[in-house]
């Protein structure tokens, strides 16, 4: 395949409700939309997860705007590529970082590769799941009470597993009015964001004695050494997320024991590929993964349930559907929950159709890249 255009889009995409965690909060996303076409004229939509501000990752969509227009769409038109795993070397290839610019990319390849062969991406990748369990991310809530109202509102929906955000001063208090509202037998865990440091360790033991299933990425962003530290002094499972930016990254978690679940979110990651080699890698070694989130729209999002389709992803994803995040979604149909799952798609590529009408009206600003440019 040949790409001869990349359209960049900004769209803004009002939540629901605020999310908060430890370093922010966000209410209304700014999203970042790739649209790629080659020069036989397939196209396919793909979605940059970096985020408004620099408090995930270094990333922000401004930043990613850059460096697609700067350094990565210049590797990629024109040329002939063979295939999106080869396609995402050529891309990484001197440049480092800006990984979520990158997969906006690769992702997209693989995409339209799937388009072109008429099969659904979550073939093209090894999905072997017809339908996904679905967790949910609560963000930082103004009080116990209110956290539990939504926590106990989440399992009547059905999800089979609830995330709370945490941080010091909403944490203990708030975690244990949650399990003694919803029961033992809750699928609960809690995710800080980086919030604490060793000096908490004490405090983070309290957590043990309260069921939960993993505590994600308690501590700096691209920690593992304090990571295996506090992971030997508690019973509950660590889960990487913001420190797992690569495959290097994974196999030195393993190796240092600095956690024993992955949050794979692609993005963070470089792409599918890089994905697929920490997927298989932790699959070797007993290492579950789910795939996270980022608060994407039904593009990315279509990304992410085909991942979750894989055979390790044995863990519920934040992979919510549209609803929870939208009051309308960019996408048809849009993503929907049954039982606690969300279907696979069996359609070629995304198994969505974007809705190219909204997001014209939802379009803050666009730029081509490509033979189209001033014509
Ligand atoms: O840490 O997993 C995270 C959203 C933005 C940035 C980081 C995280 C999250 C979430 C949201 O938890 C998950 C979702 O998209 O539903
Ligand atoms: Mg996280």
């Not at 359209?7 to 370093?23: D, K, N």
């Not at 700067?70 to 063979?82: D, N, S, T």
């Not at 920690?223 to 994974?250: F, G, K, M, N, V």
Request: net charge neutral; proline share 5%; hydrophobic share 45%.
């Amino acid at each position: 395949m040949r790409l001869e255009r990349i359209v960049l889009r900004e769209i803004g995409l009002q939540l629901r409700e605020p999310f908060r965690i430890s370093s922010g909060e966000t209410v209304e996303r700014r999203i970042l939309l790739l649209e790629l076409a080659d020069a036989d004229g397939a196209g396919v939509w793909s979605e940059c997860v970096a985020g408004e501000l620099p408090n995930y990752s270094a990333e922000t969509l401004d930043t990613a705007w850059l460096a697609i227009r700067e350094w990565f769409a210049p590797r990629l038109l024109g040329v002939e590529l063979a295939d999106p795993a080869r396609a995402g070397e050529l891309l990484a290839r001197g440049i480092r970082g800006h990984r979520m610019a990158r997969a906006a990319l690769e992702m997209g390849l693989w995409a339209l590769s799937a388009v072109r062969a008429g099969r659904p991406l979550a073939a093209v990748l090894g999905g072997t799941r017809a339908a996904i369990e679905v967790g949910i991310s609560l963000g930082i809530q103004p009080s116990p009470a209110a956290l539990t109202e939504r926590a106990a509102a989440a399992l009547a929906q059905g999800y089979r597993r609830i995330k709370l955000k945490i941080q010091p001063g909403s944490d203990l208090a708030y975690v244990r009015a949650v399990r003694s509202a919803l029961g033992s037998s809750a699928p609960l865990m809690v995710d800080a964001n980086n919030a604490y440091t060793l000096a908490d360790t004490t405090h983070l033991q309290q957590l043990d004695e309260l069921g939960l299933q993993m505590i994600e990425q308690p501590l700096e962003h691209e920690d593992l050494l304090r990571h295996a530290e506090l992971q030997r002094q508690l019973r509950t499972p660590l889960c990487l997320d913001e420190s797992i930016t690569s495959l290097a990254r994974a196999e030195d978690m393993i190796a240092l024991g600095a956690g024993r679940i992955i949050n794979i979110k692609p993005g963070r990651l470089g792409g599918f590929a890089e994905s697929l080699r920490v997927h298989e890698l932790c699959a070797r070694h007993g290492v579950p993964v789910w795939c996270g989130g980022m608060l994407e729209s039904g593009v990315g999002r279509a990304y992410n349930v085909a991942l979750a389709s894989l055979p390790n992803f044995t863990m519920p994803g934040d992979i919510s559907p549209s609803a929870r995040y939208w009051a309308r979604d960019i996408v048809v149909p849009q993503w929907t929950m049954q039982a606690g799952t969300i279907t696979v798609p069996g359609t070629p590529g995304l198994g969505v159709e974007v809705d190219v009408d909204y997001v014209r009206h939802l379009t803050v600003r666009s730029e081509t890249l490509g033979t189209s440019r001033g014509q």
